[in-house]
């Protein structure tokens, strides 16, 4: 068995799609995906959720892709020397034993990927705020306590975006707009797009307490997105680190949102480079002199991110850029999918996406 052992810790109702070989399975290309590019890494990989740990023996019942018969396979695997942790999303049965699995791995010292699997967007923006370089990039945010919070920011604003502290994928996201009879517009993502009227700010906030169960949330400076054809434009940038602890920015993908959603998600995309060739026209020269500008912008925020909350292997960054080509920072992402990417790029490119996190696995393992 090749050292390091790299566990992926993902969702049961994903382990058990792959044992039952089911290839419809969204998330199946990219975990066929990984599984081939830890040979050319050379290590060990296995998926395991929850159910499939054994804390009392140290052993798991890892789901590995058997490359000779071409399926999902099932056996018992030692505790991994690297955790590779994807997962999210558990049900209440089974948070407690993620916890003690958590805990009992970080006890016997098995190195992760990734030092923390979520990023708190309130905790990211106090941090990065403290960075004089990012300042000007961020959008003015506040942690909303209260109605008076909602009210005062909202003053001489035609717009603002709430978000759940936690949230992901647009999950926890809502445009407010003020309109001119003094009444209020909330758009958000829930599978489809929904707008909702309310008559005031009262009611608006009233929404809010049960749209974010009573969790806390902050309100956001609109950023002044570039659009096209009444389509949001924002960038997904997958940041890594290569079997030399080096950060590379893989790939810079340009997300289109639904025409009028406010929100990016379930999108068209393009390259960085066919973004500006095609839209705007621009030389190589000019493509390159931007590209470099925004890999410089988001090594600076990775940077300072592992500087307060430990070191990673990857960090999934979204941005946004206005019509004068400003940045600003949206949010970080310890668990993206690469879905973008997929989108945008060539294969080769996908394949390094994919490789990277666990050549930096056998990395920190050799340098353990």
């Excluded at 199946?28 to 740990?53: C, W």
């Excluded at 309130?122 to 403290?130: F, G, I, S």
């Excluded at 109605?147 to 936690?166: P, T």
């Excluded at 190589?284 to 002199?289: G, S």
Aim: aromatic letters at 14%.
């Amino acid at each position: 068995m090749k050292r390091p052992i790299i566990g992926v810790f993902i969702n049961n109702g994903v382990i058990r799609k792959l044992n039952n070989q089911n290839y419809n399975l969204t998330s199946y290309f990219r975990l066929e995906m990984l599984a081939n590019e830890s040979i050319k890494a050379g290590t060990t990989l296995y998926f395991f959720s929850a159910l499939d740990v054994n804390l009392k023996n140290s052993t798991i019942r890892g789901t590995y892709f058997n490359e000779y018969e071409g399926i999902w396979k099932k056996k018992k695997f030692p505790l991994p020397d690297i955790l590779y942790d994807r997962s999210g999303g558990f049900l209440k049965s089974q948070r407690r034993k993620v916890k003690s699995i958590r805990r009992k791995f970080s006890k016997l010292g098995i190195k992760k990927v990734n030092s923390q699997g979520h990023f708190n967007k309130w905790r990211t923006y106090e941090v990065l705020k403290k960075v004089p370089e990012l300042q000007p990039h961020l959008p003015q945010t506040k942690r909303c306590k209260d109605l008076i919070d909602l009210r005062s920011f909202m003053k001489n604003k035609e717009k603002i975006y709430i978000k759940g502290i936690n949230g992901s994928r647009g999950r926890k996201i809502i445009r407010l707009k003020k309109n001119k009879d003094g009444s209020f517009e909330l758009k958000y993502f829930i599978n489809q797009l929904v707008v909702k009227h309310v008559q005031s700010l009262d009611d608006v906030y009233k929404f809010l307490r049960t749209f974010f169960k009573g969790k806390q949330f902050i309100i956001q400076q609109a950023i002044p997105l570039m659009s096209i054809n009444n389509r949001l434009v924002d960038f997904r940038a997958e940041v890594q680190r290569n079997k030399s602890g080096d950060l590379e920015v893989v790939g810079v993908s340009v997300r289109f949102g639904m025409q009028n959603s406010p929100i990016t998600i379930h999108s068209k995309a393009y390259s960085f480079g066919e973004f500006f060739d095609k839209f705007f026209n621009y030389s190589v020269d000019e493509i390159i002199r931007k590209r470099n500008n925004v890999d410089s912008f988001l090594k600076k925020v990775y940077e300072n991110v592992e500087a307060n909350f430990g070191s990673f292997g990857e960090i999934g960054i979204d941005f946004g850029m206005d019509d004068q080509g400003g940045l600003w920072f949206i949010e970080c992402n310890a668990k993206s999918a690469k879905v973008s990417l997929h989108k945008a790029y060539d294969e080769e490119t996908v394949k390094k996406a994919f490789l990277n996190p666990l050549e930096y696995g056998k990395f920190i393992y050799q340098n353990n």
